[in-house]
């Protein structure tokens, strides 16, 4: 049971710790204690496991006209619900949501990059024989 909670927990401290630099980069982001920058990791996390994917389905014309531009909006959106329901989280503006969506999830990929797990899910398994199929 541990080894599945490793990845969660380490992807749940790169999210936090994508939040916290963001926060201290963009003047419109503020955590008001370290609890409601933990809670709003969490809950970004949770938010874009469940609500995001339904919003791309839900938005998929638009998506696709957009050449998929259209999911850093709901990057952006992700990033206002969750601060809707953090109390110690503030966004001054969409536009601030907007930008720090970018960069916390250039971030997030970043630092993750350096992050080594032995996670079946994250390990790529080569064909031995060649074949494909």
Do not use: C, Y
């Amino acid at each position: 049971m541990l080894e599945n909670l490793t990845p969660f927990l380490l992807h749940w401290a790169i999210t936090a710790l994508s939040l916290w630099v963001a926060s201290h980069i963009f003047g419109g982001l503020k955590f008001d204690d370290a609890s409601s920058l933990i809670v709003s990791a969490l809950l970004l996390g949770f938010a874009n496991a469940l609500i995001k994917p339904l919003l791309i389905v839900l938005t998929l014309p638009l998506t696709l006209l957009t050449f998929g531009l259209f999911v850093l909006v709901i990057n952006a959106l992700m990033i206002l619900l969750v601060a809707r329901l953090v109390k110690g989280f503030k966004v001054s503006s969409f536009w601030t949501a907007f930008f720090a969506s970018i960069f916390i999830s250039l971030f997030s990929i970043a630092v993750g990059s350096f992050v080594v797990t032995d996670s079946p899910a994250t390990t790529i398994q080569m064909p031995h024989n060649g074949t494909w199929l």
